[in-house]
């Protein structure tokens, strides 16, 4: 053994050399990135210039500039037999705020296909006839409150003289 090997130093001196709070140096040895001495409280000062060296170039590496990310790949539609659009392209046709469309579609009301991807795309056949079935049927709920009498106006109060 060398006579590095041999010097032992206090906790407070390795925290002092591996630039951290004292109270840091436990949570070390606990993590098993350094092992003191059984009889008395004190470190191989080796073995603690090792870490130094090796939490150094960590920090080295973790400094180094990241190269850009990826950007995302544009969504693409499930499948090319049909015209596919997305909620706002939708919200524009129905004249309503892409928010409207997106809670159509959780309630049920716009028929939806989810991608791959995660993106929601609406087949632009569907959602015309499922605005044509909507419109058919207010209309048709219309025509047969009026053929049974029933007046289709917002009521009034009578005024009380």
């Keep these: 053994m060398s006579e590095a090997d041999d010097e032992w130093i206090t906790i407070r001196a390795a925290a002092r050399l ?9 949570k070390l040895t606990r993590r098993q ?5 059984r009889e008395r409280s004190s470190l191989r000062k080796s073995e603690v210039l090792a870490l130094r060296d090796a939490r150094a170039e960590a ?12 950007p ?27 928010a409207a469309v997106r809670q159509r579609t959780r309630r049920g009301r716009l028929p939806h296909v989810v991608g791959t991807d995660g993106v929601v795309w609406y087949q632009v056949a569907q959602v015309e006839a499922t605005v044509r079935a909507q419109v058919l049927t207010k209309s048709r709920d219309v025509e047969l409150l009026q053929t049974a ?11 009380r003289a």
């Design 18 to 26: 591996l630039s951290t709070h004292p109270s840091n140096v436990p």
């Design 33 to 37: 990135l350094l092992h003191p001495r």
């Design 59 to 70: 920090a080295r590496l973790r400094a180094l500039p990241k190269p850009d990310p990826e």
């Design 72 to 98: 995302p790949a544009e969504p693409t539609p499930p499948n090319s037999e049909h015209d596919w659009v997305r909620a706002e392209v939708v919200a524009e046709v129905l004249g309503v705020q892409p």
């Design 149 to 159: 009498g029933l007046n289709t106006g917002v009521r009034r109060r009578a005024s």
